[in-house]
T-cell receptor, first 112, second 117 residues
Framework: GNSVTQMEGPVTLSEEAFLTINCTYT??????LFWYVQYPGEGLQLLLK?????DKGSNKGFEATYRKETTSFHLEKGSVQVSDSAVYFC???????????FGSGTRLQVQP | GAGVSQTPSNKVTEKGKYVELRCDPI?????LYWYRQSLGQGPEFLIY????????DSGLPNDRFFAVRPEGSVSTLKIQRTERGDSAVYLC???????????????FGAGSRLTVL
């Protein structure tokens, strides 16, 4: 079956630090990959996505590259801000299915 | 409406009771999804509707869970004979259609937190 594994949190960084949140996946087909973010008190929002191997998704300074050879989709940002503090979820949608499979989430805390 | 609206935002009930959770999707969105998020976990898929019909209900954990969308808009998730293990945040999401184009991005509601005592 499909699964998504994320690094455990919380991840605590100082403002302007470099961020990496690791995500690896297992899928039976050729999935689309997503990062969702949940800010405190808000609903899940799509942050970025990639639909095929070697695609790079990017948004708000965040990037992730779909690596089929390592089955990974790591989230990176060059310089985090306090406002990036949130829970980040990696997810996949396998070929022919509409359901998303989510990882367990990684809490990011950015200190000023 | 402007976003996906879920009611109630919080529901506390006793073991064995019946519960209904409502989702009002964005107007015009044909696809509607229910997910369940337990504490410290990612959302788990329950069911999705395309229009009025349940296109995939493979995530419903057992026959105590049922969902309807009779007019292709509002959906209700129904849980019979609630158990303590049903305690979670129930999330609803909608999209304009299917596929991975920008128009079909899922918009999630804030969720209904269910606590079964």
């Amino acid at each position: 079956g499909n699964s998504v594994t994320q690094m455990e949190g919380p991840v605590t960084l100082s403002e302007e630090a470099f961020l990496t949140i690791n995500c690896t996946y297992t899928a039976t087909g050729y999935p689309s990959l997503f990062w969702y973010v949940q800010y405190p008190g808000e609903g899940l929002q799509l942050l970025l996505k990639a639909t095929k191997a070697d695609d790079k998704g990017s948004n708000k300074g965040f990037e992730a590259t779909y690596r089929k050879e390592t089955t990974s989709f790591h989230l990176e940002k060059g310089s985090v801000q306090v406002s990036d503090s949130a829970v980040y979820f990696c997810a996949l949608r396998d070929t022919g299915r509409r359901a998303l499979t989510f990882g367990s989430g990684t809490r990011l805390q950015v200190q000023p | 409406g402007a976003g996906v609206s879920q009611t109630p935002s919080n529901k506390v009930t006793e073991k064995g009771k019946y519960v209904e959770l409502r989702c009002d999707p964005i107007s015009g969105h044909t696809a509607l999804y229910w997910y369940r998020q337990s504490l410290g976990q990612g959302p788990e898929f329950l069911i999705y509707f395309q229009g009025t019909g349940a296109a995939d209900d493979s995530g419903l954990p057992n026959d105590r869970f049922f969902a309807v969308r009779p007019e292709g808009s509002v959906s209700t998730l129904k849980i019979q004979r609630t158990e303590r293990g049903d305690s979670a945040v129930y999330l609803c999401a909608s999209s304009q259609g299917l596929g991975d184009s920008g128009a079909n991005v899922l918009t999630f509601g804030a969720g209904s937190r269910l606590t079964v005592l």
